[in-house]
Nanobody, 122 residues
Framework: QVQLVESGGGLVQAGGSLRLSCAAS????????VGWFRQAPGKEREFVAR????????YYVDSVKGRFTISRDNAKNTVYLQMNSLKAEDTAVYYC???????????????WGQGTQVTVSS
């Protein structure tokens, strides 16, 4: 069993930065891939980024490439999402999720956090 708790969301002006954290319980967390997803009002949840067990394999959706960076610290059981050059369209609830396989589809993620709100004002 893996429990995930996101933090770091908030209100920021366009062009600003935020760093989201996804803290996990359980030693087995380091054997899970972790993904970040987001859901904007009135829209379906979408994939943002994912990182494999070691941090050696990373993938981003095109809309955040060059602006967002995903990383993990297995010693701290934490995955981060550094978000720079934020835009109004990045406004959403951001979720982290854990999967035993490296995946892009939310259906392949077994555990989810409760989400953290990110609001970017233009």
């Amino acid at each position: 069993q893996v429990q995930l708790v996101e933090s770091g969301g908030g209100l920021v002006q366009a062009g600003g930065s935020l760093r989201l954290s996804c803290a996990a319980s359980g030693r087995i967390f380091r054997s899970y891939a972790v993904g970040w997803f987001r859901q904007a009002p009135g829209k379906e949840r979408e994939f943002v980024a994912r990182i494999n067990w070691t941090g050696g394999s990373i993938y981003y959706v095109d809309s955040v490439k060059g602006r967002f960076t995903i990383s993990r610290d297995n010693a701290k059981n934490t995955v981060y999402l550094q978000m720079n050059s934020l835009k109004a369209e990045d406004t959403a609830v951001y979720y982290c999720a854990a999967s035993r396989i490296v995946a892009l589809s939310e259906r392949q993620y077994d555990y989810w956090g409760q989400g953290t709100q990110v609001t970017v004002s233009s």
